[in-house]
T-cell receptor, first 116, second 116 residues
């Protein structure tokens, strides 16, 4: 039962253009969403996050959009750079608050390749 | 500030043998998590410690896996006896026990376990 899905295994983009990575989820109890970037032989690196009470969060070249009614989120990278080439994971948490934060549920990842 | 560290980086063992993985979280992070990624698929949750207590071990595959976090600092994950399907990359992550910040989990580089 895949609660978080990234349906595009890979994405190829030209340098300077926009990269859009998509993620769908099924569990309506998820209250926080995160994007991680992963290079080969390294652990996932936290990139950007969004609370379920918001619909947009921006950090430099990275913007995450959340559509709760559609249970869909996306990560926009503008402009894309060759150094952005990595695997991008969408993750979600269903912890309802407090300070004992629970597990993250991950999607399968999308391989982003940015061509010079 | 030192990140999450894991040891060893790679382990090759034979079926039936025992392996112990170690994770040192970021100093001050009371939340500690173990995850596993098998065959390039999604990253799956194994268990969650808050300080030295197991908060959630719902992702542990079976009783061949034993995790400990004595003293609430570093953690070990022992697989005994190892089976072929245990092969994969084991990630450790940590986060603050602090409202609003605990969602952001910081990952180590992982231990690649190969069971032959």
């Amino acid at each position: 039962d895949q609660q978080v899905k990234q349906n595009s295994p890979s994405l190829s983009v030209q340098e300077g253009r926009i990269s859009i990575l998509n993620c769908d989820y099924t569990n309506s109890m998820f209250d926080y969403f995160l994007w991680y970037k992963k290079y080969p032989a390294e652990g996932p690196t936290f990139l950007i996050s969004i609370s379920s009470i918001k619909d947009k969060n921006e950090d430099g070249r990275f913007t995450v959009f959340l559509n709760k009614s559609a249970k869909h989120l996306s990560l926009h990278i503008v402009p894309s750079q060759p150094g952005d080439s990595a695997v991008y994971f969408c993750a979600a948490s269903d912890n309802a608050g407090g300070t004992s934060y629970g597990k993250l549920t991950f999607g399968q990842g999308t391989i982003l390749t940015v061509h010079p | 500030e030192a990140g999450v560290t894991q040891f060893p980086s790679h382990s090759v063992i034979e079926k039936g043998q025992t392996v112990t993985l170690r994770c040192d979280p970021i100093s001050g992070h009371d939340n500690l998590y173990w995850y596993r990624r098998v065959m390039g698929k999604e990253i799956k949750f194994l268990l969650h410690f808050v300080k030295e207590s197991k908060q959630d071990e719902s992702g542990m595959p079976n009783n061949r896996f034993l995790a400990e976090r004595t003293g609430g600092t570093y953690s070990t994950l022992k697989v005994q006896p190892a089976e072929l399907e245990d092969s994969g990359v084991y990630f450790c992550a940590s986060s603050l026990l602090l409202a609003g910040k605990g969602y952001e989990q910081y990952f180590g580089p992982g231990t690649r376990l190969t069971v032959t």
